[in-house]
């Protein structure tokens, strides 16, 4: 079975960089046609397409935040990250990862992370 877990800070003060790591298993980050994704969904807000990174290792991100994220990976790890940086308290969110085959709609993920809550706080 295809598991995805997030871990990371929980707490993050502004100005600083929020790196987030999904560790996958039940299947290698390598395999053909398979994206995995990052998504946020702020308090009273729906869920926000952050970017994602390819079986290739070809990174893509939302032209709403891509000046301040990477993506890359871990394939020994079998693990993806996030790195957001410069945060403000509107990057607080609970933060998800999840696998798709090419799509960033939420409907178009197969599988998803439990989430994990970063807030951004002084």
């Known amino acids: 079975q295809v598991q995805l877990q997030e871990s990371g800070p929980g707490l993050v003060q502004p100005s600083q960089t929020l790196s987030l790591t999904c560790t996958v298993s039940?299947?290698?980050?390598?395999?053909?046609?398979?994206?995995w994704n990052w998504f946020r969904r702020p308090p009273g807000k729906e869920m926000e397409w952050i970017g994602n990174?390819?079986?290739?290792?070809?990174?893509d991100r939302s032209p709403a935040l891509r000046s301040r994220t990477a993506i890359s990976r871990d394939t020994a790890r079998n693990q993806f990250t996030l790195q957001l940086s410069s945060v403000r308290p509107e990057d607080t969110a609970v933060y998800y990862c999840?696998?798709?085959?090419?799509?960033?709609?939420?409907?178009?993920?197969?599988?998803w992370g439990q989430g994990t809550q970063v807030t951004v706080s002084s």
């Open positions: 990174i390819a079986f290739s290792g070809s990174s």
């Open positions: 039940g299947v290698s980050i390598t395999s053909a046609n398979f994206f």
């Open positions: 999840a696998r798709s085959q090419g799509t960033t709609a939420v409907r178009d993920q197969d599988y």
